[in-house]
């Protein structure tokens, strides 16, 4: 995902093994946990372990709006905190700009999100996890999304996404290694579908929200898996 922090290291392999060397049996008996875990010690690429996925949207310096696909983002009441790669566009117009908005897409947006991934609003286009990232001046239209104006900050939200957050940057600065952006922003405003808030309330309904989860590289909702990223270690099959 090119707005975010989406690649630890660069290893090609997953190994594994035991933490005392001996034979592990298979916990995978719905309560075989209620025994206690044999754990193994692993050390994958990435850990992706199952963050809902969001269209960041941020203001390029011509004006037009950019969108980007991240998952590493988690909310503490009116503060939400975003990572992403350093050299990112979507990093730069975050400290350009310090504005954004988080677009929260459903389920069925899952395949317009993967496209997105292959995109980069960069000038030049990098090479990211094994696949390319080209560049692309109008993602909305790459992808068929289209534009909403927002009402506190100057970029567009993703009309189709159900959810969409307002947010000013408070704050931003680089991780320890300088290899991502780490941003902390405060909600302006949120817009939500009235199909799936509780009647009279603020209150999304949780029956009816279905967020989109990537799951180690893999695309989830509540419940069940509805398709996998191109960059899977895992595929299906």
Not at 17 to 41: E, Q
Not at 102 to 126: F, H, M, S, Y
Not at 187 to 193: E, I, S, Y
Not at 196 to 213: A, E, F
């Amino acid at each position: 995902m090119e707005g975010s922090s989406c690649h630890i290291g660069g290893m090609t392999s997953v190994q594994a093994h035991s933490d005392d060397h001996t034979h592990h049996t298979d916990h995978t008996g719905d309560n075989d946990h209620l025994n206690g875990i044999d754990h193994i010690t692993i050390d994958p690429g990435m850990l992706y372990y199952g963050n809902t996925v969001v269209l960041l949207s941020t203001l390029n310096p011509d004006g037009t709006t950019n969108i980007a696909p991240m998952s590493s983002t988690w909310a503490l009441g009116r503060t939400i905190v975003l990572g992403m790669g350093v050299g990112s566009r979507t990093a730069t117009n975050l400290r350009e700009r310090g504005e954004a908005v988080l677009n929260l897409p459903g389920v069925e947006l899952w395949k317009q999100v993967e496209r997105l991934g292959d995109t980069t609003g960069n000038t030049r286009g990098q090479v990211q996890h094994g696949h390319g990232s080209v560049p692309c001046a109008d993602k909305f239209a790459a992808v068929g999304l289209d534009r909403q104006p927002s009402q506190t900050v100057s970029c567009d939200r993703v009309a189709q996404c159900r959810l969409q957050i307002e947010v000013r940057v408070v704050g931003a600065a680089p991780d320890a290694d300088g290899h991502f952006l780490i941003a902390q922003t405060h909600v302006q405003m949120v817009h939500a579908d009235p199909a799936i808030v509780v009647p009279g309330t603020s209150h999304v309904d949780p029956r009816l929200w279905k967020p989109l989860i990537y799951n180690f590289r893999h695309y989830h909702t509540l419940g069940s898996q509805v398709g996998e990223s191109a960059i899977t270690e895992t595929p299906s099959a």
